[in-house]
């Protein structure tokens, strides 16, 4: 009996005392993604009493088997089911197939390779005419001025919804900040966003929305009754700006602090500058746009060995998984030639796979290949400065200097 026991105990999750949501965690989390990894396949963070996984194998499990780790209780870290958690679920990214499917499979076909075809001339004209501004000015931020300047000119046309700055930025803080705890982040982005939370669910509905664009095509849609339940373009539509501008903006960040970081590797961009594509997918590996998703186990169950309690959160931390040494050879280096597209998970992976990454990867590919086509070099002109999200991985400050070719 003893030793039954003693294998029992075995064969709980490692306790990880550490705190992910810790302002420094936020700003650099190298430390905790490490020590996550290197806990086990899985741990367990008692600060929550939720698990956490950080390895690559073991997070792509977690969103892969969503009969085993459902995504109905909520990807943040409250149980949006129980009483005081209680929210209105989003349709599509809070919801399990064969539901999630059918919904998912009606927005794709607004979403669809030939749609994006035919934005990228926008994109592309856009780019160039700010780049062109840009290197005239030679010393910029990359986060005020490419990133937030480019994505908030071109993603409104796309998507069909007028997105003022403090408007859009405001109501992503107070977004990404609720996924998390209730800690000061949290507080403090809820009461910044209260002038605008009338202007984004007004945004949102049918009146709000520009004609020939993915939410009127959405509304349309819902007329048709191709969605199965009224109500649905609506939510899909504030799940695209909600999720769309946002994680965008941080890739692109992240790619211009790595070029700028690297310059032998922004040196095949600028001689290449079809490889820009490139440089976005390996940032979003190093930094993927969000620190952490949850899942909730749907009954007890064992993971990679490790016995699991049922109905309780696991985090999946896609900045461990990304630079998992067991994944990827030389993990902490930048080296866009490595071709991660389809290795890391910084568009996530299974049925959730983020449903935007084509319009994401058009716009990234755009504005990075018309800096690379018109800069010789990208310097940093100043230290960059994270800003801490709950759920989020994102620049607040990328003072760079733009070197004319």
Known sequence: MADTAAEIDRNEA???????????????????????????????????????????????IVLKEFEKFTAKGGIGIQDIRKPGDFRVPNRMLENDPPDHTTIRNVVMKYLSPIAIRKMKQKFDERAATLA????????????????????????PEAVGIDLP???????????????????????????????????????CQREGVRPGSIADDLFAAEDRGEFPEPGLASNMTRSLVGGG??????????????????????????????????AFEEAL???PSFHVSYRTTSGEMELSGVRLRPDTKVGVFFGAANRDP??????????????????????????HICIGQMIARAEAASILSALAERVKRIELAGEPVYKPINQMRMLEKLPLRLIAA
């Open 165 to 203: 700055r403090p408007n859009i930025l405001a109501i992503g803080e107070m977004r990404f900040n609720q996924s998390g705890p209730q800690n000061a982040l949290y507080h403090a982005a809820m009461e910044k966003a209260q002038p605008y939370l009338g202007w984004f669910e007004s945004s």
């Open 245 to 278: 501008a946002d994680s965008t903006m941080a890739g692109i960040g992240h790619s211009l602090c790595k070029l700028a970081e690297n310059p032998d590797q922004y040196d095949l961009i600028h001689a290449d500058p079809k490889k820009a594509g490139l």
């Open 326 to 351: 067991r994944k990827f050879e030389d993990p902490d280096a930048f080296r866009i030639e490595r071709r991660s597209a389809g290795t890391h998970l910084g568009f996530g992976v299974g049925a």
């Open 285 to 287: 590996r190093l930094e």
């Open 132 to 155: 062109e501004e840009l290197v005239a000015r030679g010393e910029i931020d990359g986060v005020e001025d490419i990133a937030e300047t480019y994505i908030l000119d071109v993603f």
């Open 14 to 60: 490692p306790v990880l005392d550490i705190d992910p949501y810790d302002i420094e965690v936020l700003r650099s989390p190298y430390e905790f993604q490490e020590k996550l990894r290197e806990a086990g396949p899985i741990a367990l963070i008692p600060k929550y009493n939720v698990y956490a996984v950080g390895r690559h194998h073991e997070c792509e």
